[in-house]
C-alpha cells in the first residue's frame, strides 16, 4: 500500500524509450505522492542513459521537487567505492589486498595476519560493527562527535573480538560498518590524503562528478540536497537530521547524484578506473573458512533475477536510502537515491530490470 497516495504528475527528464520509461513512472506513481518525499531513479542500457527523473519533493516543507540531479546520500553503497580506492592502491604497488590490517594501522597489530584488507572487504574478518547500541556508546564515551581515529581508538582498546568469541577470521560472514571505515583509514594513511581529497582527486574530478563528495564538504548545505525524512513512533514524517557518526569516512559518508553515477557506471565497465582483472575480483564472492560462498564481494552483494546475473547494494543513512543495481551479463545499470522513509528500492528495481528485459 502507498505510503501518502498516488503521484497526479510525470517528472520531466531522460526517456530515451517511452513505452519503458511509462512503466517505471507508471510505477513509482502508485508508491508515492507528489507532495511527499521521492526519489531519484537513473537507468543506463548500452552505455546510454536512458531514463533519468526525479519524483517527489526533496524538500516537503519548503516545496522543492526532486530533480533527476538531485543530491542525496548515498550511504552503505559507498562501500564499493572504499574497495575501488584499495584496488587502485594495490594496481600501483602500494599495498596489496592479503596484507594484515597491523600493517597500516600499527594499534590494530595484535589482531594478527589474519584480518586482513580482504577479509576486511569481504566482511570475514570478524571486525564487530560499533553501530550496535553497546557499539555506539563505546566510541561516544570517547567523543561525542567521533571521527575514525576514535573508531580506531576503541577498536585498540577493545582488543581482538574474535578471539572473545572463539572464532578466527574467515569463519563467519558478519557485515560490519565499522571494518569499513578502518579501510577508510588505511586509504588515508597509504595515500596520505584525506578520505574526502582521495576521491576528489582519483575519481570523481577526473570523471566529471561535480555533485559527488565525500564529508566533511560545504555542499552537505547545498540547496540541491535533499532532507532525509523518516518517520516517528506515531507515524508522522519529520526530517531526520544528522548522526553522531556523520563524520565517520569508509562505510558510506558519499553524497551524489544520478547523472554522476552514470558517468561513474561508464568508467567502472570501461575499466578506466582499474583493469578489468580488479573488477572481476571485486565481483568476486568472499568465502569462508569452510568454503562457503558469501556473495558478497567488494562492496557488492550477488544475485539473479529470472537468471539475470547482477550485483548490487542497498544503503540507509539518516532519512536517505540508496540502491544500485549493475548487470553481469548485460550492459544495465541502474541507481535509486531516495528520502522516502518507506519505498521498496528493490522492488522498484525489478520493475526496472522487467521493463528492460
Given at each position: 500500500?502507498?505510503l501518502?497516495?498516488?503521484?497526479s504528475?510525470?517528472?520531466?527528464?531522460?526517456?530515451?524509450?517511452?513505452?519503458?520509461?511509462?512503466?517505471?513512472?507508471?510505477?513509482?506513481?502508485?508508491?508515492?505522492?507528489?507532495?511527499?518525499?521521492?526519489?531519484?531513479?537513473?537507468?543506463?542500457?548500452?552505455?546510454?542513459?536512458?531514463?533519468?527523473?526525479?519524483?517527489?519533493?526533496?524538500?516537503?516543507?519548503?516545496?522543492?521537487?526532486?530533480?533527476p540531479?538531485?543530491?542525496?546520500?548515498?550511504?552503505?553503497?559507498?562501500?564499493?567505492?572504499?574497495?575501488?580506492?584499495?584496488?587502485?592502491?594495490?594496481?600501483?604497488?602500494?599495498?596489496?589486498?592479503?596484507?594484515?590490517?597491523?600493517?597500516f594501522?600499527?594499534?590494530?597489530?595484535?589482531?594478527?595476519?589474519?584480518?586482513?584488507?580482504?577479509?576486511?572487504?569481504?566482511?570475514?574478518?570478524?571486525?564487530?560493527?560499533?553501530?550496535?547500541?553497546?557499539?555506539?556508546?563505546?566510541?561516544?564515551?570517547?567523543?561525542?562527535?567521533?571521527?575514525?581515529?576514535?573508531?580506531?581508538?576503541?577498536?585498540?582498546?577493545?582488543?581482538?573480538?574474535?578471539?572473545?568469541?572463539?572464532?578466527?577470521?574467515?569463519?563467519?560472514?558478519?557485515?560490519?560498518?565499522?571494518?569499513?571505515?578502518?579501510?577508510?583509514?588505511v586509504?588515508?594513511?597509504?595515500?596520505g590524503?584525506s578520505?574526502?581529497?582521495?576521491?576528489?582527486?582519483?575519481?570523481?574530478g577526473?570523471?566529471?562528478?561535480?555533485?559527488?563528495?565525500?564529508?566533511?564538504?560545504?555542499?552537505?548545505?547545498?540547496?540541491?540536497?535533499?532532507?532525509?525524512?523518516q518517520?516517528?513512533?506515531?507515524?508522522?514524517?519529520?526530517?531526520?537530521?544528522?548522526?553522531?557518526?556523520?563524520?565517520?569516512?569508509?562505510?558510506?559518508?558519499?553524497?551524489?547524484?544520478?547523472?554522476?553515477?552514470?558517468?561513474?557506471?561508464r568508467?567502472?565497465?570501461?575499466?578506466?578506473?582499474?583493469?578489468?582483472?580488479?573488477?572481476?575480483?571485486?565481483?568476486?564472492?568472499?568465502?569462508?573458512?569452510?568454503?562457503?560462498?558469501?556473495?558478497?564481494?567488494?562492496?557488492?552483494?550477488?544475485?539473479?533475477?529470472?537468471?539475470?546475473?547482477?550485483?548490487?547494494?542497498?544503503?540507509?543513512?539518516?532519512?536517505?536510502?540508496?540502491?544500485?543495481?549493475?548487470?553481469?551479463?548485460?550492459?544495465?545499470?541502474?541507481?535509486?537515491?531516495?528520502?522516502?522513509?518507506?519505498?521498496?528500492?528493490?522492488?522498484?528495481?525489478?520493475?526496472?530490470?522487467?521493463?528492460y528485459?
Amino acid at each position: 500500500m502507498a505510503l501518502f497516495g498516488r503521484s497526479s504528475a510525470a517528472p520531466a527528464g531522460i526517456r530515451a524509450d517511452a513505452g519503458r520509461s511509462a512503466e517505471i513512472d507508471d510505477y513509482i506513481a502508485d508508491q508515492i505522492d507528489a507532495k511527499g518525499p521521492g526519489l531519484a531513479v537513473a537507468v543506463v542500457a548500452d552505455g546510454r542513459v536512458v531514463h533519468q527523473a526525479g519524483y517527489g519533493m526533496a524538500d516537503v516543507d519548503e516545496g522543492v521537487a526532486v530533480a533527476p540531479d538531485t543530491i542525496f546520500h548515498l550511504a552503505s553503497c559507498g562501500k564499493q567505492l572504499t574497495a575501488l580506492g584499495l584496488q587502485m592502491l594495490a594496481e600501483e604497488g602500494r599495498l596489496a589486498l592479503d596484507d594484515a590490517i597491523g600493517k597500516f594501522i600499527p594499534p590494530l597489530s595484535g589482531f594478527g595476519p589474519g584480518v586482513t584488507l580482504r577479509a576486511l572487504l569481504h566482511h570475514t574478518s570478524g571486525i564487530r560493527d560499533l553501530y550496535d547500541d553497546t557499539g555506539v556508546d563505546e566510541v561516544l564515551a570517547r567523543n561525542a562527535a567521533p571521527t575514525n581515529a576514535d573508531v580506531i581508538r576503541t577498536f585498540a582498546e577493545l582488543g581482538c573480538p574474535m578471539a572473545e568469541q572463539g572464532l578466527k577470521p574467515g569463519d563467519v560472514f558478519a557485515y560490519s560498518n565499522s571494518g569499513y571505515e578502518l579501510l577508510g583509514s588505511v586509504i588515508e594513511r597509504v595515500s596520505g590524503q584525506s578520505y574526502r581529497d582521495f576521491f576528489a582527486r582519483r575519481v570523481f574530478g577526473p570523471l566529471g562528478m561535480k555533485d559527488t563528495f565525500s564529508v566533511p564538504d560545504p555542499r552537505v548545505n547545498d540547496a540541491r540536497c535533499a532532507v532525509g525524512y523518516q518517520l516517528d513512533e506515531g507515524g508522522e514524517l519529520i526530517a531526520a537530521g544528522g548522526t553522531e557518526f556523520d563524520a565517520l569516512v569508509g562505510s558510506g559518508s558519499f553524497y551524489t547524484t544520478g547523472p554522476d553515477l552514470c558517468l561513474y557506471e561508464r568508467a567502472l565497465r570501461d575499466y578506466k578506473l582499474v583493469g578489468e582483472a580488479s573488477m572481476e575480483e571485486a565481483f568476486t564472492s568472499g568465502e569462508t573458512n569452510e568454503g562457503e560462498e558469501t556473495n558478497y564481494g567488494f562492496g557488492w552483494y550477488f544475485g539473479d533475477q529470472d537468471g539475470i546475473l547482477f550485483a548490487d547494494h542497498e544503503g540507509e543513512w539518516a532519512g536517505y536510502r540508496s540502491y544500485i543495481c549493475y548487470s553481469l551479463d548485460r550492459p544495465l545499470s541502474m541507481f535509486l537515491l531516495s528520502n522516502h522513509p518507506d519505498l521498496d528500492l528493490v522492488e522498484a528495481a525489478n520493475v526496472v530490470t522487467d521493463a528492460y528485459r
